[in-house]
Antibody, heavy 117, light 113 residues
């Protein structure tokens, strides 16, 4: 069974940094693209970033380009999101997701990031 | 960026009746190599992560009841729930996977009357 568990969320001041992690199990991690999607409180879904199986390609939504970095460690079955220069508008639940056939087939339960002074 | 616009924002449908959700993209999403449009539908219930329902416009994910169906072409896509059940009350999102950045519609809240 596919299992994705996010961690690393919390309260951070504007301009601060956080590193989110996603521990994957139940599938061959290195065989799948992975991604992050966020959801601000009471709002809709926003795709944030994704990364190819071997990390040779990465894509970002414009609003996080240059501030967030997606990475993975296939030896540890783990996905990461380094978030720098955080802003209030980055406050959201951050979901880790495993790709399917050009879709997000499996989702973790998310980790809450709150950016506030 | 491709804009996905859903309509309506919310709807209330009686148990056993049909629910129809529309999704319009700002450009075509057709992948020639797949002979299909790259549109995905998700269901999200309160306090839960989204769940994949439909991909490539009309392919139902394994385990999804066949009352859920996807259709459409060009820039107009539809999610249909043929006979609404109590457990189908949720927010539904369309998403384009044609080009980065991937984008979602704003969501449609379905209430079961």
């Amino acid at each position: 069974e596919v299992h994705l568990v996010e961690s690393g969320g919390g309260l951070v001041q504007p301009g601060g940094s956080l590193r989110l992690s996603c521990a994957a199990s139940g599938f061959t991690f290195s065989s799948f693209w992975m991604g992050w999607v966020r959801q601000a409180p009471g709002k809709g879904l926003e795709w944030v970033a994704n990364i190819k199986k071997d990390a040779t390609s990465k894509y970002y939504v414009d609003s996080v380009q240059g501030r967030f970095t997606i990475s993975r460690d296939n030896a540890k079955d783990s996905l990461y999101l380094q978030m720098n220069n955080l802003r209030a508008e980055d406050t959201a639940i951050y979901y880790c997701a495993r790709h399917g056939d050009f879709c997000l087939a499996y989702w973790g339960r998310g980790t809450l990031v709150t950016v506030s002074s | 960026d491709i804009v996905m616009t859903q309509s309506p924002d919310s709807l209330a449908v009686s148990l056993g009746e049909r629910a129809t959700i529309n999704c319009k993209s700002s450009q075509t999403l057709f992948y020639g190599s797949k002979s299909a449009s790259c549109v995905v539908w998700y269901q999200q219930k309160p306090g839960q992560p989204p769940k994949l329902l439909i991909f490539w416009t009309s392919i139902r994910e394994a385990g999804v009841p066949d009352r859920f169906s996807g259709s459409g072409s060009g820039t107009d896509f539809i999610l249909t729930i043929s006979s609404l059940q109590a457990e189908d009350g949720a927010v539904y999102y369309c998403q384009q996977c044609y080009s980065h950045p991937w984008t979602f519609g704003q969501g449609t809240n379905v209430e079961v009357k």
